[in-house]
Antibody
Framework: EVQLVESGGGLVKPGGSLRLSCAAS????????MSWVRQAPGKGLEWVGR??????????DYAAPVKGRFTISRDDSKNTLYLQMNSLKTEDTAVYYC????????????WGQGTLVTVSS | ENVLTQSPGTLSLSPGERATLSCRAS???????LAWYQQKPGQAPRLLIY???IRATGIPDRFSGSGSGTDFTLTISRLEPEDFAVYYC??????????FGQGTKLEIK
């Protein structure tokens, strides 16, 4: 059974940093393309960024609102995905989900339960 | 930048009725790159349809997707009580890579 478990959310002040983790199991993590998607309270879904599998190049890609501030990385030896968030803004307040990307088609098939990040002074 | 517009914003129907949800793109989208998700309160989204018309694993056949170019549709043939939720369409493009529509709330009439 595929499982994605996010952790690391919490309250942080504007300008601060936070690192989210997503522990994966039930599939071959090293071959998976992974993504982060967020959802502000009461709002819709917003894609944050993506990382390819290392065999496919390991390239990262980010949405414009977070580019230069957020960094996605992976540790295939630990089956874990990370999201390093720096220079946080109040508008980054959201539930952050990690998800897998279906091989060969850009849809998000498995999702974690999400972790809440609140940016507030 | 492509924009996905979902309509209606809210759809009020009764169990047993047919639901038709629309997703319109401002620029043409490859059918291979259009997906639909269901989200219930307090839960993560669930993939329903990808490639515009391919049901994801475990999705009942009362859910179907169709469309091409700029107009896509999610149809739920006979609504079950568990189908009342928010539905999002999503497209893959060049920049940004992945775009979601603003959602359609399907509520019980």
């Amino acid at each position: 059974e595929v499982q994605l478990v996010e952790s690391g959310g919490g309250l942080v002040k504007p300008g601060g940093s936070l690192r989210l983790s997503c522990a994966a199991s039930g599939f071959t993590f090293s071959n998976a393309w992974m993504s982060w998607v967020r959802q502000a309270p009461g709002k819709g879904l917003e894609w944050v960024g993506r990382i390819e599998s290392k065999p496919d190049g390991g390239t990262t890609d980010y949405a414009a609102p977070v580019k230069g501030r957020f960094t996605i990385s992976r540790d295939d030896s630990k089956n874990t995905l990370y999201l390093q968030m720096n220079s946080l803004k109040t508008e980054d307040t959201a539930v952050y989900y990690c998800s897998t990307i279906i091989t060969g088609t850009p849809a998000f098939d498995y999702w974690g339960q999400g972790t809440l990040v609140t940016v507030s002074s | 930048e492509n924009v996905l517009t979902q309509s209606p914003g809210t759809l009020s129907l009764s169990p047993g009725e047919r639901a038709t949800l629309s997703c319109r793109a401002s620029q043409s989208v490859s059918s291979s790159y259009l997906a639909w998700y269901q989200q219930k309160p307090g839960q993560a989204p669930r993939l329903l349809i990808y490639g515009a018309s391919i049901r994801a694993t475990g999705i009942p056949d009362r859910f179907s997707g169709s469309g091409s170019g700029t107009d896509f549709t999610l149809t739920i043939s006979r609504l079950e009580p568990e189908d009342f939720a928010v539905y999002y369409c999503q497209q893959y493009g060049s920049s940004p890579r992945y775009i979601f529509g603003q959602g359609t709330k399907l509520e019980i009439k």
